[in-house]
C-alpha cells in the first residue's frame, strides 16, 4: 500500500526515527502506526523520543569555503555532552550536513536527508542531536574564516578583496580578532539603535543631577568608548594594542596594495544566541 508523507511525519514526531525508516515501518505493518511504533522500539530507532526534551548545549561548528572565497557556509550542530562533541562518529556526521548545505543552501536544513542522518547518529550515539544555526553565503570579494581549537567557536569574515597570501594572512588575523574580542557590528555607523539608546538612558542615569551641557558631554565620552568594544575597527588591534583594527587595515592596504576593508562578519559560539 501507499504510504502517505502525512503517516512518516506521525510517525516521525511520535518516535523521533529517521524518515526512511518510519516509511519501511509503515509499509511492514500496512500502514499501522502503533505497530510501527513497536518495530521501532524493536530495533531501537524509536527510543530517540524520549532524548527530545533534553538540552542540546554542546556540539561543533563547521565551516566550508570554495578555493576562490566567494562561497561560504557554517553550520551549527548541537549535541548534548562534551563526550559526544569529540567522539568521531559525531565529527564525521557534522561533516556530512556541512557538505549537504554547502551543496543544496539552507534549506536543506530541513531536508528528509539531514533528517535521518540526525535520526541515525541519534541512535547510535543515544543523544539529543540537533542542528542549531546554518549560513550559506556569498561575496565579490572573498571569505575567510577562522574555527577556535576547542570547535565551539567559528568567524566568517567578508574581505573587500579577490583572495591571496596576503589578503588571506590579513583576513585570518581579522578572523582572529572577531572570535576573541567579539565585535557587535564593523563600523560605528552599524552599530544598533536599540542597543545605542539603553546604553545612552544607563549613562545618562549614572551622571543624572549635574548639568545638561555637562550630562552631554559625558555620555557621550563613554559612548565613544562603548564604540570600542563593540565596534570592529574601533577595538584595539589584538596582535598590537597600540593600533586599531582600522589602522591594521590601513596599514597592510598600504603594504599589499589593495584596498582590504571588512563587508561583514559571522560569529557563531555554541550555545550562543
Request: proline share 1%; with cysteine.
Amino acid at each position: 500500500m501507499d504510504i502517505s508523507a502525512t503517516q512518516v511525519k506521525e510517525l516521525r514526531d511520535k518516535t523521533g526515527a529517521g524518515m526512511m525508516d518510519c516509511k519501511k515501518a509503515l509499509a511492514e505493518t500496512g500502514g499501522n502506526t502503533e505497530k510501527a511504533v513497536d518495530i521501532l522500539r524493536k530495533k531501537g530507532l524509536a527510543a530517540i523520543s524520549k532524548r527530545s526534551g533534553r538540552v542540546a548545549k554542546e556540539g561543533l561548528i563547521r565551516i566550508k569555503i570554495s578555493s576562490d572565497g566567494k562561497k561560504a557556509a557554517l553550520v551549527e550542530l548541537n549535541c548534548e555532552t562534551d563526550f559526544v562533541a569529540n567522539n568521531e562518529k559525531f565529527r564525521v556526521f557534522a561533516d556530512k550536513v556541512l557538505e549537504i548545505i554547502y551543496q543544496n543552501g539552507e534549506s536543506a536544513k530541513e531536508s528528509g536527508e539531514i533528517t535521518d542522518l540526525i535520526g541515525d547518529i541519534g541512535a547510535s550515539i543515544g543523544e539529543n542531536i540537533k542542528i542549531g544555526r546554518v549560513k550559506m553565503l556569498s561575496t565579490k570579494g572573498c571569505f575567510i574564516s577562522y574555527i577556535h581549537l576547542d570547535n565551539k567557536l567559528g568567524v566568517i569574515v567578508d574581505i573587500t578583496s579577490d583572495l591571496d597570501d596576503g589578503v588571506r594572512v590579513v583576513g585570518k588575523d581579522i578572523a582572529m580578532q572577531i572570535a576573541a574580542a567579539s565585535p557587535l557590528c564593523v563600523s560605528a555607523e552599524e552599530a544598533p539603535k536599540d542597543v545605542l539608546e539603553k546604553e545612552r538612558e544607563i549613562f545618562a542615569d549614572q551622571v543624572k543631577g549635574k548639568p545638561a551641557n555637562i550630562v552631554e558631554k559625558i555620555v557621550e565620552g563613554k559612548i565613544k568608548k562603548f564604540f570600542n568594544q563593540i565596534c570592529l575597527l574601533e577595538q584595539a588591534f589584538i596582535k598590537d594594542q597600540d593600533i586599531s583594527v582600522k589602522q591594521y587595515l590601513e596599514k597592510k592596504s598600504k603594504e599589499t596594495g589593495k584596498d582590504i576593508k571588512v563587508n561583514a562578519f559571522v560569529r557563531v559560539r555554541i550555545g550562543e544566541e
